[in-house]
């Protein structure tokens, strides 16, 4: 929103010029010339009151805030809206034990990938204000952390809640998963009575599917009819992997060699089948870099409604200046009855 000050009709500025005019008209001639009731009073002299010669004053400046109301000042607020469009996104995320796994280098730092990953969340949730944004996690079975919301703040302190162990750490049901993010999107679709863009899931793993009740590729299968994609990102690099051994207290005692066991065909299918496609984050940087190119898959240029709003000055202006005349008239008059007295 921007804010101005600016005249509607300036060219009454003109009538300006006439008063030095009339001043000048007023001195050379030493007639009245100011069409002003009684102003012909304010040059006459007498031999017992002393000239003065407030009343003219008084009518210029009334004079001059008249037409400056004539010439119709205003302050203009310029301001653009935008619809209320947006999309309905849930995240659906892998927190079984093998996230523990730490395979990404931030800062010359060996971290896991649940701690790689939660930073491009934020950033993700932060680039994305008019979408509704939810969070399922899964591993053995699937859970909503946060429906779907346009609270994005309570959502970044759902986000950073998110830690390995939180559920059961064994098995991982990508089925299941990907099951309650469609349940989610479609109860969000029944109670919103917001205009949506569309709706989309953001599917991340970091193994095979080896639990749950549903199949991931029927679920693939649901998520095609309901035309709703799915984004799938698999995280890890390939091979073996440090996975972090722990003592009875929760200490780090040191590694041991894990081999990744993620189903990258799977994954693929996934997203051929939704219309979605298919990332593999082996750092950090491409976690990012996939985010990113999801964020600009699925952003919805809005369309800017411009319109201003005028509040308009002229009273502000006309009235004292209407007043102003009115106090050299009578300024003018008490000044004749005066001088007829004397």
Not at 158 to 187: C, F, M, P, S, Y
Not at 276 to 290: C, E, H, N
Request: charged content about 25%.
């Amino acid at each position: 929103m921007t804010t101005s000050f600016t005249f509607q009709d300036p060219a009454w500025f003109w009538a300006l010029a006439l008063i030095p005019l009339i001043v000048l008209v007023r001195r050379w001639k030493r007639v009245p010339v100011m069409v002003v009731p009684f102003a012909a009073e304010w040059q006459r002299t007498s031999a017992v009151l002393p000239h003065t010669p407030w009343p003219a004053l008084v009518a210029y400046a009334g004079a001059i805030c008249l037409v400056v109301g004539l010439a119709r000042p205003q302050i203009v607020e310029h301001k653009r809206e935008q619809k209320q469009q947006g999309y309905d996104i849930v995240l659906a995320l892998d927190l079984s034990g093998s996230m523990r796994a730490e395979d990404y280098i931030v800062g010359g730092k060996q971290i896991n990938r649940l701690q790689a990953l939660k930073p491009v969340l934020e950033a993700f949730i932060n680039r994305r204000p008019n979408d509704r944004i939810g969070i399922v996690v899964f591993t053995g079975l699937a859970y909503t952390l946060a429906p779907l919301t346009f609270d994005h703040e309570w959502l970044r302190q759902q986000t950073g809640r998110l830690q390995i162990g939180l559920l059961d750490e064994g098995k991982t049901a990508i089925g299941d998963g990907l099951g309650v993010a469609l349940a989610r999107l479609e109860q969000g679709r029944r109670e919103s009575g917001l205009g949506r863009e569309g709706a989309f899931v953001i599917l991340l793993t970091d193994g095979s599917n080896n639990a749950g009740a549903l199949d991931p590729r029927e679920t693939a299968r649901i998520a095609a009819e309901r035309r709703v994609p799915v984004y799938t990102i698999g995280a890890g690099r390939e091979g073996d992997v440090p996975m972090p051994v722990f003592d009875d207290k929760g200490n780090k005692i040191g590694y041991r060699r894990m081999r990744s066991d993620l189903d990258e065909p799977l994954l693929r299918d996934i997203a051929d089948k939704t219309g979605g496609r298919f990332f593999r984050a082996d750092d950090a940087s491409t976690i990012r870099d996939a985010f990113d190119a999801i964020d600009r898959a699925r952003k919805i240029e809005f369309e800017a409604q411009s319109y201003r709003v005028t509040d308009e000055l002229f009273a502000r202006f006309a009235l004292p200046g209407l007043v102003l005349l009115a106090i050299a008239v009578f300024g003018s008059a008490m000044r004749q009855q005066e001088e007829a007295v004397a």
